[in-house]
């Protein structure tokens, strides 16, 4: 019969509890197996317990999930990065195609942008590109010095340099740099929406 401690343990329970306490050793090695028991454990639970429980970030999706794994459910391909955008461009069209009116509403929008008469207000400037530019490119242009225009007058005939069925890029020379001049088609005629400059 086991000798029983003032405590109520017997001495084989303290025996066991003192082997791992005699060396650093022992006590590594029984720390080491502990954990691991502790480790496997909680795997184990893990793969043998239900899915879905409440307490994983998929519990709002359980039923879903559930749905999913059954063979006569309808499978929905989920994607995760959306696909590439072509760059948008417009069809081009033969220079040819280029309707005269876009091409003369760029001429007498390079007219009125060109730098004014000394004492010409920027607002005056601005509405005399008014009846040729589109509200939006307005709003742009109204942060323009028109004294900081180099060029002073148009001098050549402008020709368009790309057509699409929508808009019509056209070429103004002035004497001192090559006007691009962006012309769309809007519920009002033709309008320039912007420029480059050459």
Known sequence: MPIRTPH?????????????????????LTTAVVVAVAVGATFAIAALGPRG????PDASGG???????RPDAPRTP???VLPPVPELTPSPLPLSAAPDAAVETAARWAAAWVRPRPGTTPQQWLDGLRRTT???????LSGVDPDNIPATRV?????????AARSVQVEVPTDKLK????????????????????
Not at 53 to 56: E, F, P
Not at 63 to 69: E, L, V
Not at 155 to 163: A, F, L, M, Q
Not at 179 to 198: F, K, M, N, P, S
């Open 8 to 28: 109520g343990r017997s001495a084989a329970y303290r025996a066991m509890w003192a082997w791992p306490l005699r060396s650093p050793l022992r006590l590594a």
């Open 53 to 56: 429980t409440g307490n994983g």
């Open 63 to 69: 039923t879903a999930a559930s749905a999913a794994r």
């Open 78 to 80: 989920t994607p995760t």
């Open 134 to 140: 589109t509200d939006e490119y307005l709003g742009v």
């Open 155 to 163: 001098t050549g005939e402008p020709r368009p340099v790309r057509v």
């Open 179 to 198: 006007l691009i001049v962006l012309v769309v088609r809007t519920e009002d005629g033709w309008r320039v929406a912007g420029y480059d400059r050459e």
